[in-house]
């Protein structure tokens, strides 16, 4: 292997970095319109009366449209494989507004400006309804969210549109109740997370237009190329046929662009005016009505013995859907499945679930999809078990934690077929000095120095439902065009795949030209989310790669009039061993574009039906001032084993910085609302996501195990690393206080109270 | 972000007094807090052109012009070699250098935000505003009224070898503060200020020895508890802003202590 | 209003609003690196250099700029590949999209602080930078590598 393992500059890097113009908003064509929304100032209403007609008079302004001119056709806009579980509770404009920021019109203007003017002078006369803002209190509520008639949900999910019921979901391993009875130490404890915003730095932005054969086309920063032109197709009522989707570079995802937040509106502009539309959201948009984690509560209840042998999990979700299902049923599901397979020893678990809808921002996909909060609950919960037991907590950990080989019961009956999470704790332990550090000290200047752990896991794509395609063509002289349709957003699949590609062929890396999406000639996949890029697409890239191995090496035989079985294929020329006989790969290049041969290209796509976890340990170590409460990350150190890891810089850096998400999600990113329904952290100024001075130091290594079904034996990465800050932070804030949190993030007013309580 | 209909950069202070005269007017200094808001604004008076970004030095005070950057202030050697590092600890926590190179002193003071970091701090020192119409009066005086349509012109801060210290907690390193302390010995009496309570920075009235030991400091705390209002924000609460005003006190009286 | 500024080495006016922000004045002459972030003068994406200073060009007018030179990373090219390779070394670009205003900050930081500076100084300077993707570490071995690389030149 010559590339795969290596520290590998991205092949897009030095683009990025000199500052090229190369996403969506550098890439707006001249006289685009550009659209506006007015949106809705109320968390629940209906629109009476709504008149347009002096924004109409506004200079520059060509439409503005309301929900009487858009289609009636019900849609999700979550990227997922169709069917989508997400129900289709959607329409382009609603005459119901269902939370602060809904969109009520759309305004295209020659400019900005003119647009901006329009939508204030946009005159709507609200019906203003009760707000149902309190996600424990949705189910069978009177104030309903959806009472639409033409609410749809495509699979069984349990949803329930008259009852605020998004889906319902429960699992059974054993006997819970039965296991929970015998015993001796139970505890249950419940938790509360928040709706986290992505907050990638590039906002929303899409633009449209119609291309030259009448096309409607878009560019947009997705996650989710070919899943936006099927939603495309629900909201607009067209032909997928007309509908092309190109993704330049995206600055961060992170989830946020796993839903067609932007897209839908640009394209409806464009489809009712012929103009190119351009939508870019303010963060203040991108805040308050982007696609965040869906807020929580999590109920987690612990059987285990006195010498703390876990014997039962039994864990319970409440999901706060919001206005919109998008994601809701599904990212439910990890709440359980990877939070309870962190644990071997189980004799019976439980997992039960139920998505509501309320009148706050609709949620979506945020990195982790649902598994950070299951694993906050349940590394937090074993925390306080081993407290409870006056127990190491990772020993606990150590005593309890899947084993490779096991059968994870509560994650489709999946085998465990690599997993160093053993190693990543003994690594961890020794990163950190856990010995010596464990569990606090108290510094001179009455700060307390405490450390806390956490384990983790996710998956490697969705099993038997991603799928990824790769199409590999040999050019003349000798060059190789990599076309694929999974969508770096600066996480480097681009780079990967061509190292992978490289390396299967044999071939510097430099031969290889990859290519972003474009659904019309991309081939397919389903994009980038749930950790499926490297380990889904790379294996069609190893698959696609080992069938173009064998064209090339067959036409070259051809060429030496040999028998195909003869020669060899050694990534330069085609060759009979022991003799002087060969072909250069340039020179079947330039024979395949001649008239009487035929081009070589090979196409593979590849789906698994297994999704083996990437495993990870946290070590946090905080600096922890008892007066004012106020909590410093000192260190942070991370061992994680995503089986091979294929590109070194680029998993240290997923790693770290889905570790400072994650510290954000733990101590600072607050979401609050006032009692009507308005979100007041639509900022950076109010809502606080980690600089560079709370991040602290973090320290990466790799345990890396190899799963036998994985392009080099690699798994994913990009999500898992999200899921150990929280509950490693709040340990360590338990260990220095002695005082466990349930509510994130925990801020320095809530130490202070709770030490102040705890003396009480 | 604010709009305006018009722009004018100002070639006379009298010019902009004139021009600021009118309500729809707004002056323009650093812009930076400006932004933030959603104002209609007439005519837009930059100030950037009066020469008001000098800090002067003379044997009594320290002169700086209202349009000195915060940068300035924190990358001052004169000014923070005689005050004990409070420049540069009033401004180190705001946003970031690009955002300090932008934001001026006269923009952060003349606006007297609750949440100012500059104006608590130089209230305890011993400092003057100087109005373009109205002339010089202490700072205290002027951070008490109400914003009017004079121009602040510059600060004269003396030198009388008043000691400051300045203690913040924030939730994050570059957020609002939560609660601001200010503090200074002259003479062996301590003045202070509390600012972020979230309302606009005030300096305590009751004595406070340099020498005061734990009960002194806890009868100056009562004084202040009751005298200063606190209240609750999205920051934090009215609870935690009088936990944190003590604590910070007793912090500043301690530093200003060990000398 | 016409405004004139030195741009990039090169005098450029063009027709400004009183309200118009210095960076959609700059996105508008092509300087595309100049990205925006936020509304609220938090994120550091607009970092450009005027009169050699890093600041927000979304905290200050157009108008502001007039009779000044700015500087984007369309006019620091040779210093953007330079750092931009150290910072590519480590992957730290990653998404890419705060990487044009941390590089100007970079780039004055590089003037104002030495080979010498600590770590906790260098986070200070560029504490009004950004980054969702990265967590930051990265960023600061490219730094320190850099640094490292510019002061064996200098001996």
Same mark, same amino acid.
Request: proline letters at 4%; hydrophobic letters at 40%; aromatic letters at 6%.
């Given at each position: 292997?010559?590339?795969?393992?290596?520290?590998?500059?991205?092949?897009?890097?030095?683009?990025?970095?000199?500052?090229?113009?190369?996403?969506?908003?550098?890439?707006?064509?001249?006289?685009?319109?550009?659209?506006?929304?007015?949106?809705?100032?109320?968390?629940?209403?209906?629109?009476?009366?709504?008149?347009?007609?002096? @924004?109409?008079?506004?200079?520059?302004?060509?439409?503005?449209?309301?929900?009487?001119?858009?289609?009636?056709?019900?849609?999700?806009?979550?990227?997922?494989?169709?069917?989508?579980?997400?129900?289709?509770?959607?329409?382009?404009? !609603?005459?119901?507004?269902?939370?602060?920021? !809904?969109?009520?019109?759309?305004?295209?203007?020659?400019?900005?400006?003119?647009?901006?003017?329009?939508?204030?002078?946009?005159?709507?006369?609200?019906?203003?309804?009760?707000?149902?803002?309190?996600?424990?209190?949705?189910?069978?509520?009177?104030?309903?969210?959806?009472?639409?008639?033409?609410?749809?949900?495509?699979?069984?999910?349990?949803?329930?549109?008259?009852?605020?019921?998004?889906?319902?979901?429960?699992?059974?391993?054993?006997?819970?109740?039965?296991?929970?009875?015998?015993?001796?130490?139970?505890?249950?404890?419940?938790?509360?997370?928040?709706?986290?915003?992505?907050?990638?730095?590039?906002?929303?932005?899409?633009?449209?237009?119609?291309?030259?054969?009448?096309?409607?086309?878009?560019?947009?920063?997705?996650?989710?190329?070919?899943?936006?032109?099927?939603?495309?197709?629900?909201?607009?009522?067209?032909?997928?046929?007309?509908?092309?989707?190109?993704?330049? +570079?995206?600055?961060?995802?992170?989830?946020?662009?796993?839903?067609?937040?932007?897209?839908?509106?640009?394209?409806?502009?464009?489809?009712?005016?012929?103009?190119?539309?351009?939508?870019?959201?303010?963060?203040?948009?991108?805040?308050?009505?982007?696609?965040?984690?869906?807020?929580?509560?999590?109920?987690?209840?612990?059987?285990?013995?006195?010498?703390?042998?876990?014997?039962?999990?039994?864990?319970?979700?409440?999901?706060?859907?919001?206005?919109?299902?998008?994601?809701?049923?599904?990212?439910?599901?990890?709440?359980?499945?990877?939070?309870?397979?962190?644990?071997?020893?189980?004799?019976?678990? +439980?997992?039960?679930?139920?998505?509501?809808?309320?009148?706050?921002?609709?949620?979506?996909?945020?990195?982790?999809?649902?598994?950070?909060?299951?694993?906050?609950?349940?590394?937090?919960?074993?925390?306080?078990?081993?407290?409870?037991?006056?127990?190491?907590?990772?020993?606990?950990?150590?005593?309890?934690?899947?084993?490779?080989?096991?059968?994870?019961?509560?994650?489709?009956?999946?085998?465990?077929?690599?997993?160093?999470?053993?190693?990543?704790?003994? /690594?961890?332990?020794?990163?950190?000095?856990?010995?010596?550090?464990?569990?606090?000290? %108290?510094?001179?200047?009455?700060?307390? +120095?405490?450390?806390?752990?956490?384990?983790?896991?996710?998956?490697?794509?969705?099993?038997?439902?991603?799928?990824?395609?790769?199409?590999?063509?040999?050019?003349?002289?000798?060059?190789?065009?990599?076309?694929?349709?999974? /969508?770096?957003?600066?996480?480097?699949?681009?780079?990967?795949?061509?190292?992978?590609?490289?390396?299967?062929?044999?071939?510097?890396?430099?031969?290889?030209? %990859?290519?972003?999406?474009?659904?019309?000639?991309?081939?397919?996949?389903?994009?980038?989310?749930?950790?499926?890029?490297?380990?889904?697409?790379?294996?069609?890239?190893?698959?696609?790669?080992?069938?173009?191995?064998?064209?090339?090496?067959?036409?070259?035989?051809?060429?030496?009039?040999?028998?195909?079985?003869?020669?060899?294929?050694?990534?330069?020329?085609?060759?009979?061993?022991?003799?002087?006989?060969?072909?250069?790969?340039?020179?079947?290049?330039?024979?395949?574009?001649?008239?009487?041969?035929?081009?070589?290209?090979?196409?593979?796509?590849?789906?698994?039906?297994?999704?083996?976890?990437?495993?990870?340990?946290?070590?946090?170590?905080?600096?922890?001032?008892?007066?004012?409460?106020?909590?410093?990350?000192?260190?942070?150190?991370?061992?994680?084993?995503?089986?091979?890891?294929?590109?070194?810089?680029?998993?240290?850096?997923?790693?770290?910085?889905?570790?400072?998400?994650?510290?954000?999600?733990?101590?600072?990113?607050?979401?609050?609302?006032?009692?009507?329904? +308005?979100?007041?952290?639509?900022?950076?100024?109010?809502?606080?996501?980690?600089?560079?001075?709370?991040?602290?130091?973090?320290?990466?290594?790799?345990?890396?195990?190899?799963?036998?079904?994985?392009?080099?034996?690699?798994?994913?990465?990009?999500?898992?690393?999200?899921?150990?800050? @929280?509950?490693?932070?709040?340990?360590?804030?338990?260990?220095?206080?002695?005082?466990?949190?349930?509510?994130?993030?925990?801020?320095?007013?809530?130490?202070?109270?709770?030490?102040?309580?705890?003396?009480? | 972000?604010?709009?305006?209909?018009?722009?004018?950069?100002?070639?006379?202070?009298?010019?902009?007094?004139?021009?600021?005269?009118?309500?729809?007017?707004?002056?323009?200094?650093?812009?930076?807090?400006? $932004?933030?808001?959603? $104002?209609?604004?007439?005519?837009?008076?930059?100030?950037?052109?009066?020469?008001?970004?000098?800090?002067?030095?003379?044997?009594?005070?320290?002169?700086?012009?209202?349009?000195?950057?915060?940068?300035?202030?924190?990358?001052?050697?004169?000014?923070?070699?005689?005050?004990?590092?409070?420049?540069?600890?009033?401004?180190?926590?705001?946003?970031?250098?690009?955002?300090?190179?932008?934001?001026?002193?006269?923009?952060?003071?003349?606006?007297?935000?609750?949440?100012?970091?500059?104006?608590?701090?130089?209230?305890?020192?011993?400092?003057?505003?100087?109005?373009?119409?109205?002339?010089?009066?202490?700072?205290?005086?002027?951070?008490?009224? *109400?914003?009017?349509?004079?121009?602040?012109?510059?600060?004269?801060?003396?030198?009388?070898?008043?000691? *400051?210290?300045?203690?913040?907690?924030?939730?994050?390193?570059?957020?609002? *503060?939560?609660?601001?302390?200010?503090?200074?010995?002259?003479?062996?009496?301590?003045?202070?200020?509390?600012?972020?309570?979230?309302?606009?920075?005030?300096?305590?009235?009751? *004595?406070?020895?340099?020498?005061?030991?734990?009960?002194?400091?806890?009868?100056?705390?009562?004084?202040?508890?009751?005298?200063?209002?606190?209240?609750?924000?999205?920051?934090?609460?009215?609870?935690? $802003?009088?936990?944190?005003?003590?604590?910070?006190?007793?912090?500043?009286?301690?530093?200003?202590?060990?000398? | 209003?016409?405004?004139?500024?030195?741009?990039?080495?090169?005098?450029?006016?063009?027709?400004?609003?009183?309200?118009?922000?210095?960076?959609?004045?700059?996105?508008?002459?092509?300087?595309?690196?100049?990205?925006?972030?936020?509304?609220?003068?938090?994120?550091?994406?607009?970092?450009?250099?005027?009169?050699?200073?890093?600041?927000?060009?979304?905290?200050?007018?157009?108008?502001?700029?007039?009779?000044?030179?700015?500087?984007?990373?369309?006019?620091?090219?040779?210093?953007?590949?330079?750092?931009?390779?150290?910072?590519?070394?480590?992957?730290?670009?990653?998404?890419?999209?705060?990487?044009?205003?941390?590089?100007?900050?970079?780039?004055?930081?590089?003037?104002?602080?030495?080979?010498?500076?600590?770590?906790?100084?260098?986070?200070?300077?560029?504490?009004?930078?950004?980054?969702?993707?990265?967590?930051?570490?990265?960023?600061?071995?490219?730094?320190?590598?850099?640094?490292?690389?510019?002061?064996?030149?200098?001996?």
């Amino acid at each position: 292997m010559k590339y795969v393992n290596q520290a590998i500059r991205k092949v897009d890097a030095m683009s990025l970095v000199t500052g090229k113009p190369v996403y969506t908003g550098d890439m707006v064509p001249a006289n685009t319109l550009m659209v506006k929304m007015l949106r809705s100032p109320h968390a629940h209403a209906l629109i009476e009366e709504i008149d347009t007609a002096a @924004a109409l008079k506004v200079p520059g302004v060509v439409a503005v449209f309301t929900y009487k001119d858009v289609p009636q056709s019900r849609f999700t806009t979550a990227g997922q494989t169709y069917p989508e579980p997400s129900p289709y509770d959607r329409l382009i404009l !609603d005459r119901r507004l269902r939370c602060v920021g !809904d969109p009520v019109a759309l305004v295209a203007a020659e400019t900005e400006a003119a647009a901006a003017k329009a939508v204030g002078l946009i005159k709507v006369k609200y019906q203003v309804l009760e707000p149902l803002l309190d996600f424990t209190q949705a189910k069978d509520n009177p104030i309903l969210v959806h009472p639409e008639e033409d609410f749809k949900a495509l699979c069984p999910v349990g949803a329930d549109n008259k009852r605020n019921l998004c889906s319902v979901d429960c699992m059974e391993n054993g006997d819970v109740e039965a296991e929970l009875a015998t015993c001796p130490v139970v505890i249950e404890r419940t938790f509360y997370t928040k709706a986290n915003n992505q907050a990638m730095m590039e906002p929303f932005v899409t633009f449209s237009y119609l291309d030259e054969y009448g096309r409607l086309t878009l560019v947009s920063s997705t996650q989710v190329p070919f899943h936006v032109r099927r939603i495309l197709s629900n909201a607009l009522e067209m032909s997928k046929a007309n509908i092309r989707v190109i993704k330049p +570079r995206i600055g961060g995802g992170f989830g946020a662009k796993q839903s067609a937040v932007s897209e839908v509106y640009p394209a409806f502009v464009t489809m009712k005016t012929g103009r190119p539309a351009c939508l870019c959201f303010t963060r203040q948009e991108s805040q308050a009505n982007g696609s965040p984690r869906h807020q929580m509560r999590v109920t987690v209840r612990i059987g285990a013995d006195e010498d703390g042998t876990i014997r039962a999990l039994d864990v319970k979700a409440l999901s706060n859907a919001g206005a919109y299902g998008e994601h809701g049923p599904t990212t439910v599901g990890l709440v359980g499945t990877k939070s309870i397979s962190l644990y071997g020893s189980l004799k019976a678990a +439980r997992f039960s679930s139920e998505v509501v809808y309320s009148n706050t921002m609709g949620a979506g996909a945020y990195r982790g999809y649902g598994a950070t909060q299951g694993i906050f609950a349940v590394e937090s919960t074993v925390n306080e078990l081993a407290a409870q037991l006056g127990m190491d907590p990772c020993a606990i950990r150590e005593k309890n934690m899947v084993r490779l080989g096991q059968t994870f019961a509560m994650y489709y009956g999946e085998s465990c077929t690599s997993c160093t999470l053993d190693k990543c704790m003994e /690594t961890a332990k020794k990163m950190i000095d856990w010995e010596n550090k464990a569990p606090r000290r %108290v510094l001179e200047n009455g700060h307390i +120095r405490s450390v806390g752990v956490a384990m983790a896991m996710q998956g490697s794509g969705i099993s038997g439902v991603d799928i990824g395609s790769v199409e590999i063509r040999l050019n003349d002289d000798g060059f190789y065009t990599l076309l694929v349709g999974c /969508t770096d957003m600066g996480t480097g699949c681009d780079t990967i795949l061509t190292q992978m590609a490289a390396d299967c062929l044999d071939c510097p890396m430099e031969n290889i030209s %990859v290519r972003g999406v474009d659904t019309d000639q991309s081939p397919y996949d389903c994009g980038s989310y749930a950790s499926s890029t490297t380990y889904v697409t790379g294996m069609a890239v190893v698959k696609a790669c080992a069938q173009l191995r064998e064209k090339i090496l067959a036409q070259g035989a051809k060429m030496l009039d040999v028998p195909a079985d003869t020669a060899e294929f050694d990534g330069k020329r085609v060759f009979v061993p022991g003799t002087d006989r060969e072909v250069s790969l340039s020179a079947i290049g330039y024979a395949s574009f001649e008239g009487h041969a035929r081009c070589i290209s090979a196409c593979e796509s590849h789906s698994s039906p297994v999704s083996p976890p990437p495993m990870m340990v946290g070590m946090a170590e905080i600096d922890l001032d008892p007066e004012t409460g106020k909590i410093q990350l000192v260190d942070y150190v991370a061992a994680v084993d995503c089986g091979t890891v294929v590109n070194k810089n680029l998993a240290r850096v997923q790693t770290e910085g889905g570790i400072v998400q994650g510290i954000g999600m733990a101590l600072y990113e607050d979401i609050q609302y006032t009692k009507a329904g +308005r979100m007041m952290n639509d900022s950076f100024l109010q809502y606080r996501i980690p600089t560079r001075l709370e991040a602290g130091t973090i320290r990466v290594e790799f345990e890396s195990s190899y799963e036998p079904s994985g392009p080099f034996g690699a798994k994913s990465i990009g999500e898992l690393v999200i899921n150990t800050p @929280a509950p490693a932070i709040l340990g360590a804030i338990q260990n220095a206080t002695g005082v466990a949190f349930h509510t994130l993030p925990v801020k320095p007013e809530d130490v202070v109270m709770a030490l102040r309580n705890k003396a009480e | 972000m604010f709009t305006a209909q018009q722009y004018v950069k100002a070639a006379t202070l009298e010019e902009a007094w004139q021009l600021n005269q009118k309500r729809s007017t707004t002056l323009l200094a650093g812009g930076c807090w400006l $932004r933030l808001t959603r $104002r209609r604004v007439g005519t837009l008076v930059d100030l950037g052109g009066l020469g008001l970004d000098t800090i002067e030095e003379t044997e009594g005070e320290f002169s700086l012009g209202a349009m000195v950057t915060l940068r300035q202030l924190e990358t001052s050697e004169v000014l923070n070699s005689a005050f004990g590092g409070l420049f540069k600890e009033m401004t180190r926590h705001i946003v970031g250098v690009q955002f300090r190179n932008c934001a001026t002193l006269g923009g952060s003071i003349a606006a007297r935000f609750g949440f100012s970091d500059l104006l608590c701090a130089l209230l305890a020192l011993d400092c003057e505003v100087e109005l373009f119409k109205a002339g010089r009066m202490p700072l205290e005086q002027y951070a008490k009224l *109400p914003a009017d349509r004079d121009i602040l012109v510059r600060i004269h801060v003396k030198k009388n070898g008043r000691r *400051p210290v300045y203690q913040t907690m924030r939730n994050a390193e570059t957020d609002l *503060p939560v609660l601001a302390v200010a503090a200074s010995e002259k003479d062996g009496q301590v003045r202070v200020v509390v600012g972020a309570r979230p309302a606009r920075a005030e300096v305590v009235n009751a *004595p406070l020895a340099l020498a005061a030991d734990k009960a002194a400091l806890e009868a100056f705390q009562a004084a202040m508890q009751s005298q200063l209002t606190f209240a609750g924000n999205m920051r934090g609460s009215e609870e935690y $802003r009088r936990h944190l005003a003590n604590v910070l006190t007793g912090r500043c009286l301690a530093a200003l202590q060990e000398g | 209003m016409q405004v004139t500024i030195q741009l990039n080495g090169r005098p450029y006016t063009a027709e400004a609003a009183p309200d118009t922000q210095l960076l959609h004045f700059l996105r508008d002459a092509g300087c595309k690196s100049v990205k925006c972030g936020c509304e609220t003068s938090g994120c550091g994406l607009c970092t450009v250099h005027m009169d050699g200073k890093p600041v927000l060009s979304c905290s200050v007018l157009a108008a502001q700029a007039d009779g000044h030179t700015v500087t984007t990373l369309e006019g620091l090219q040779k210093e953007a590949e330079e750092f931009g390779g150290f910072l590519a070394d480590q992957g730290g670009e990653q998404c890419g999209f705060c990487s044009p205003g941390f590089i100007m900050s970079v780039l004055a930081m590089g003037k104002e602080l030495g080979a010498d500076a600590t770590d906790q100084e260098i986070r200070e300077y560029l504490e009004g930078n950004l980054c969702r993707c990265t967590g930051y570490q990265s960023q600061l071995r490219a730094i320190r590598a850099w640094l490292a690389a510019k002061e064996g030149k200098a001996e």
